[in-house]
Every structure is written in structure tokens, then in C-alpha cells.
Nanobody, 113 residues
Framework: VQLQASGGGLVQPGGSLRLSCAAS????????MGWYRQAPGKQRESVAR???????NYAESVKGRFTISRDIAKNTMYLQMNRLKPEDTAVYYC????????WGQGTQVTVSS
């Protein structure tokens, strides 16, 4: 697998989800990685990114609620999403940062009561 996002689902406002991104080791090692999302009718946007040195950066809309991390031993990146809002509803994707690989199917996150 090159890049595969998982962990999405339906959650109520205020709830939490943790997304996972499994990546091929050749991609994961030494690459800056990012989470992106695309809501219906909107362009894909960057949500969070993490450098190979574990420095992180977040979109203003998720700062303080989302946490990006990576487990090098497992070739996996995570996005812990807390205090979810309806406007977080989107398909979430993972890729390098900037994105260099095909997007894949992503994982749907729906925040609704």
C-alpha cells in the first residue's frame, strides 16, 4: 500500500475520532506528511502536517482540537480529532506534504447529531 487512510465514521458534535494513515516505508521515511480534507462542494484543504523531525503545523480551524503524530516503527501517521464540529465533516486524506502521491479513497468523517 502506498497511502491508506482509515478510522473515519459518524460522530456527534463534541466527540472524538482518531484517523490512521498507513504508508509504504519508502514514502514515510524522511518525508513530511500531512492530513488533508475535502468537504462536499469545496476544494481540498490542508488540515495538519508533520515534518520528518516531528514539527507540526495546523490549520487555524482545527488548532487546539486536532493532533497529528507519527509512529516511524509502524510507518503510520495519526490524526487525533477532539471536540469535533459539523464543519469538520469531510473526506480525510493523507499524503506527503506537499502532496506527491495519488490521493486514494480517503476516509469519511461525518459530524452530526
Amino acid at each position: 500500500v502506498q497511502l491508506q487512510a482509515s478510522g473515519g465514521g459518524l460522530v456527534q458534535p463534541g466527540g472524538s475520532l482518531r484517523l490512521s494513515c498507513a504508508a509504504s516505508r519508502s514514502i514515510f521515511i524522511g518525508s513530511n506528511m500531512g492530513w488533508y480534507r475535502q468537504a462536499p462542494g469545496k476544494q481540498r484543504e490542508s488540515v495538519a502536517r508533520i515534518t520528518s523531525g516531528a514539527n507540526t503545523n495546523y490549520a487555524e480551524s482545527v488548532k487546539g482540537r486536532f493532533t497529528i503524530s507519527r509512529d516511524i516503527a509502524k510507518n503510520t501517521m495519526y490524526l487525533q480529532m477532539n471536540r469535533l464540529k459539523p464543519e469538520d465533516t469531510a473526506v480525510y486524506y493523507c499524503n506527503t506534504w506537499p502532496p506527491n502521491y495519488s490521493w486514494g479513497q480517503g476516509t469519511q468523517v461525518t459530524v452530526s447529531s
